[in-house]
């Protein structure tokens, strides 16, 4: 009886692992990486998250743009084809994120980033009015303020034979998200909110070492781990700086009531998103949760992302110093007064937009997107099982010389409508594409475009010898030895 229990704990593994090559044999022609019974490539694919970047990047040159890695009971199929890219993300079926961002659950909860189906559908339609360019115009007046911040922050550091750039716009990032998604001046740049700002960097560490960790990604052993009690702590103090606002801004509103006092169109509204998720719940279409996580998703998405985008475009410049300079040229021919860019000052520097596209291209905020089949399915003649992920490895389309001939190479003129025809429409997202783009790309762009001239026109920005960024992939694109570079004074700043 002994014998027989002990054989069967043994072959359980062995044969759950024959089911699972059996569920995706159709498969069998998409080449990879040979897995190890029972844990894949688990072990291929190591514990950090420069060790996924670097081994993803490696099996896309080595397997071309469609392989295949095992991860547990999971299959995830790498894409850097724009064809296949486009099938998937054009799709208003396959709309379903991977489980990569279940971790992010109990901050975020279910909402725009992680919903799927109608609950999706609902609070795209809900939140899209949100983004539109009158509302972002209002934005300005904040990004212009925090810039000017942030610059007279970075001036401390001129001179210095090296500094981390990113620490610094992510603080700038913060402020901006949380003034125009909540009408709060954390004032993080200044020190000020210094519990919620450490809170929002603690949680995000902690969820990067979950994402590696074996035992910690799994709920039920997270109980006991020594980070736990701190996580939770974390949570509380995320959740209920969101709820005191929200309880904050109803109060107000209804005061306005009582008063019978008339808003406008809500053009000059102070915050867009908060206000227009009140008006739903006044139409009794969301809950108080769901303000809170619609919210929480917003200053998850727009602060580390956007940050990302901006560091990187400094490192960028910062390599590149004739491309440098003829954006200096640019700003200081379209703008006259730095502290306060307009929207038509944004709209006419053309070089700057193309700089931060070949930016994004080089290091994309967001290197892979996620979808989990729901059925099974032919897509692009491939016959992919249910619960397949299909990873779209967006930086590493971006670095295919077939679509970027001299792919390391940093050109803005990449982006000049003659040399974008050239390519595939799917060869560059960056944003995403297709029904679940990035609802807030205008946003981004805007508030790249308006921080990077500020510090252009203030700012030499020069390279630090011998440094090259440790890349690593946790939900976003990071230097995990930072993103080092040196600065010195414009003549006349």
Request: proline content about 5%; some cysteine; aromatic content about 10%.
């Amino acid at each position: 009886m002994i014998l027989a229990i002990v054989i069967a704990l043994i072959s359980a593994p062995f044969i759950w692992w024959m089911l699972i090559l059996s569920k995706y044999r159709s498969l069998s022609n998409v080449p990879g990486p040979k897995p190890s019974p029972v844990i894949g490539n688990s072990l291929h694919i190591g514990y950090r998250p420069q060790d996924l970047f670097n081994n993803i990047v490696k099996w896309a040159k080595e397997y071309g743009t469609v392989y295949k890695i095992f991860v547990a009971n999971d299959v995830r199929v790498l894409i850097t084809n724009p064809e296949l890219t486009e099938l998937v993300l054009s799709s208003n079926v396959h709309i379903t994120k991977s489980n990569a961002y279940d971790l992010l659950k109990p901050w975020l909860g279910i909402g725009l980033l992680i919903s799927t189906g109608k609950k999706w559908k609902s609070r795209r339609k809900l939140i899209t009015p949100t983004f539109h360019f009158k509302i972002l115009d209002q934005f300005l007046d904040v990004f212009n303020s925090c810039g000017n911040v942030l610059v007279q922050r970075l001036s401390s550091q001129v001179g210095k034979d090296s500094f981390d750039v990113y620490p610094f716009i992510n603080l700038c990032s913060l402020d901006i998200i949380c003034e125009t998604s909540m009408g709060v001046k954390i004032k993080a740049q200044q020190g000020n909110n210094t519990e919620y700002v450490e809170a929002v960097r603690r949680f995000l560490d902690i969820f990067i070492i979950r994402t590696f960790s074996v035992w910690k990604g799994i709920d039920a052993l997270f109980k006991f781990s020594s980070a736990y009690s701190v996580y939770k702590r974390l949570l509380k103090i995320l959740h209920q700086f969101t709820i005191n606002i929200i309880v904050q801004r109803r109060g107000e509103k209804a005061q306005q009531k009582t008063q019978n006092v008339t808003s406008d169109d809500g053009i000059k509204r102070k915050v867009a998103l908060l206000e227009m998720l009140l008006e739903s719940e006044d139409n009794n279409m969301l809950s108080n949760e769901d303000i809170r996580e619609e919210i929480d998703t917003f200053m998850f998405e727009g602060h580390d992302t956007t940050t990302s985008g901006i560091a990187f475009a400094i490192l960028c410049l910062a390599e590149n110093p004739k491309v440098q300079e003829k954006l200096y040229e640019e700003v200081v021919a379209v703008i006259d007064n730095i502290e306060n860019i307009t929207m038509q000052q944004l709209q006419e520097m053309k070089y700057l937009e193309m700089v931060l596209k070949e930016a994004q291209r080089l290091y994309p905020s967001v290197p892979v997107i996620e979808r989990r089949l729901e059925v099974d399915c032919n897509i692009g003649g491939y016959d992919f099982p249910k619960d397949t992920f299909l990873s779209l490895f967006i930086y590493g389309m971006h670095h295919n010389e077939k679509y970027f001939p001299e792919p390391e190479k940093f050109d803005p003129n990449r982006y000049l409508p003659e040399n974008q025809a050239k390519r595939h429409n799917y060869a560059y997202v960056p944003f995403s594409a297709g029904p679940r783009n990035c609802i807030g790309q205008k946003f981004a762009m805007l508030e790249m475009k308006t921080t990077i001239a500020k510090i252009v026109k203030h700012f030499k920005i020069l390279p630090v010898p011998d440094y090259k960024p440790d890349l690593g992939i946790a939900a976003i694109l990071k230097s995990y030895n930072g993103v080092c570079v040196r600065l010195q004074h414009r003549h006349g700043n």
